[in-house]
């Protein structure tokens, strides 16, 4: 029995049965295409009673050699990689149109290809000229990379096989095109196959494949989500077109630290790599303010110093505006909750706004205190001290919860000149290396002894 089309959303890669205007799933329009099966499959469940080889089996205790890791000498790109490149692996990176993928894929081919690394760049977005006046741009048209511009994955397949490189770049996944497939290039179908076929090319001939995505209005990485569980590792590029920071974030790493980042600068000659980046987030502080707070916060395995800024005002509209930049709204939300309920702060009829200076975006709870310390700043018109920072969970009951790695931030803050922390009791803080350490159980006592408004 012949088997059936399906109909697939290009947007998330839901499948439906029957063709609709709008995917149930992702809400997105216009989205669902056919798909027609790529084989016709075996004609019952069963193998048909032939038996494949046996595989040979070993046990937990058998001492193999360690991959050796590939390091191109961009500090914060082999950072994020968990230390190197690992022979053999699939990676995956996402970003904004413009954000700067291409430019940061290309200086580190040329990186890699100078340490000796076999490296070969392949386009299907641009033409060879381009990519040329590029390298030049950057400096790095000495780098002894080759360079392809193609998108038939069958050509390129037999390239590579010819070659045998150690490194392999496509700029992008949902430019390629599989000649077995029956759909357009950057159907779901299509970016299915094409990486399915790389990361097995990559796995079976020990060549490290790099696979540039486009990425969707929301932020994720377009195509089905089967990709990404496809490769080993997904790095996604972020930052704001109109500031210099770029963020290199490994979301997901079999060989090295999920949540590791890598901070780069745009400059004229290319991607700058930033190797202290707390100095360089608080570069532009401005004298004490109200409503500005340092969060000493944790990235990956990297303590990073950062301001939280804050701005309370009364608001001409019956319904007040919460604005957040580089965090998360609905926990915005929680704060000033906890703030009208335990400390009997109100922030009703007032507009407020929230920003993560640099254009970084912070997602551990650790930041809850300086959150609340800088909206209440900003609400009293207090400027909190220029030398301190603050970490900590803040809890329904108002209760101030000890965070991870305690020592790390401190240590951070007192190598940037930092002079005070405030701090949860209870957080292991070790030796505190000349800061003068305040531990506070709750934050109506952060309220009344550091701001004097309880």
Not at 44 to 66: I, V
Not at 138 to 152: E, I, M
Not at 328 to 350: H, K, Q, S
Request: glycine content about 12%; proline content about 5%.
């Amino acid at each position: 029995m012949a088997r059936t089309s399906s109909f697939v959303c290009n947007e998330c890669g839901a499948v439906a049965r029957k063709w609709s205007g709008r995917c149930d799933a992702c809400g997105a329009w216009n989205s669902i295409a056919e798909e027609a099966p790529l084989s016709a499959g075996p004609a019952s469940k069963s193998l048909g009673g032939r038996r494949g080889a046996r595989l040979a089996l070993g046990d937990l205790a058998a001492e193999e050699a360690l991959p050796r890791r590939h390091r191109c000498g961009i500090g914060e790109f082999d950072r994020v990689l968990g230390g190197g490149l690992v022979p053999a692996s699939a990676i995956l990176v996402g970003g904004d149109p413009g954000i700067g993928k291409s430019t940061l894929l290309l200086q580190a081919a040329a990186a890699f290809a100078r340490q000796g690394l076999g490296t070969v760049y392949v386009s299907g977005e641009e033409a060879s000229a381009q990519i040329r006046m590029r390298a030049a741009r950057l400096g790095v048209a000495s780098a002894p990379a080759r360079l392809a511009t193609a998108t038939n994955l069958r050509d390129i397949l037999t390239t590579l096989e010819a070659e045998k490189p150690g490194l392999v770049i496509i700029d992008s996944i949902q430019t390629m095109w599989a000649d077995n497939v029956e759909s357009a290039p950057g159907s779901v179908s299509q970016v299915r196959a094409a990486a399915h076929e790389l990361t097995t090319f990559a796995k079976r001939r020990g060549v490290s494949v790099v696979l540039v995505g486009h990425v969707t209005k929301e932020g994720q990485i377009a195509g089905p989500r089967v990709i990404e569980h496809m490769v080993d590792t997904v790095l996604y590029f972020e930052g704001e077109r109109g500031h210099q920071f770029r963020i290199l974030r490994a979301v997901k790493n079999r060989f090295g630290a999920a949540d590791e980042i890598g901070v780069f600068e745009m400059t004229g000659a290319g991607l700058a790599e930033v190797a202290n980046p707390s100095a360089l987030f608080l570069s532009d502080r401005e004298a004490p303010a109200p409503g500005s707070a340092v969060f000493a916060g944790i990235e990956g395995t990297r303590p990073l110093l950062v301001e939280l800024q804050a701005l309370v005002a009364p608001s001409p509209h019956a319904q007040a505006r919460r604005s957040v930049l580089g965090w998360d709204a609905g926990r915005l939300a929680m704060i000033l909750a906890v703030l009208e309920a335990r400390c009997a702060i109100p922030f009703a009829g007032l507009d407020v706004y929230l920003n993560v200076a640099g254009g970084l975006k912070i997602g551990e709870p650790a930041a809850d205190l300086a959150v609340a310390a800088a909206l209440i700043s900003a609400r009293e018109d207090v400027a909190l001290p220029a030398d301190t920072v603050l970490f900590g969970e803040i809890s329904l009951s108002g209760a101030l919860r000890p965070v991870a790695q305690t020592r790390n931030r401190l240590k951070e803050a007192a190598k940037l000149g930092f002079g005070a922390a405030i701090l949860p009791q209870g957080g292991k803080s070790g030796s505190t290396e000349g800061l003068k350490v305040q531990k506070l159980p709750d934050l109506a006592a952060f309220v009344g002894e550091i701001l004097g408004a309880g």
